[in-house]
């Protein structure tokens, strides 16, 4: 009995690897367990800083007009990113986030990102 059980779930397992008609499904499964890991990560792992304050300087700097690289730094030195990443950062993290204020809000949205990508790579 336990026997079967055991080769159904492992003949279930190599379809949704190996077969191509169960690749949603498998995408499924890895995206609720995707979502899952990472609230349980956001909600129950204790922040710690790196970077993001450093961010949300060089941010800061940036909406205050110093478009000049050598100007923007953070806590951690000069800014190494593309432009890009300071008109990203403001419109998506900087203002929605209360000026960077809020950490777990900016956790969900970089959550959300990944997911959005995990599932458009699938």
């Known amino acids: 009995m336990a026997g079967s059980f055991i080769w159904g779930a492992v003949e279930w397992i190599k379809g949704l690897l190996f077969e191509p008609s169960k690749m949603m499904k498998l ?27 450093a961010y949300m300087d060089e941010v800061e700097g940036f909406l205050n007009g110093t478009f000049d690289y ?3 730094k ?5 800014l190494v990113y593309p432009a890009g990443f300071c008109v990203f950062f403001s419109l998506d993290f900087y203002y929605i986030t209360s000026n960077g204020k809020d950490i777990r809000l900016a956790q969900y949205i970089f959550w959300l990102f990944l997911s959005n990508r995990l599932w458009a790579c699938h």
Request: net charge negative; glycine share 8%.
């Open 27 to 53: 995408g499924i499964l890895c995206l609720v367990a995707e979502s899952f890991i990472n609230t349980l990560i956001i909600e129950k792992v204790k922040y710690t800083e790196i970077d993001w304050k």
């Open 70 to 72: 050598t100007q923007l």
């Open 74 to 78: 953070g806590d951690t030195g000069p």
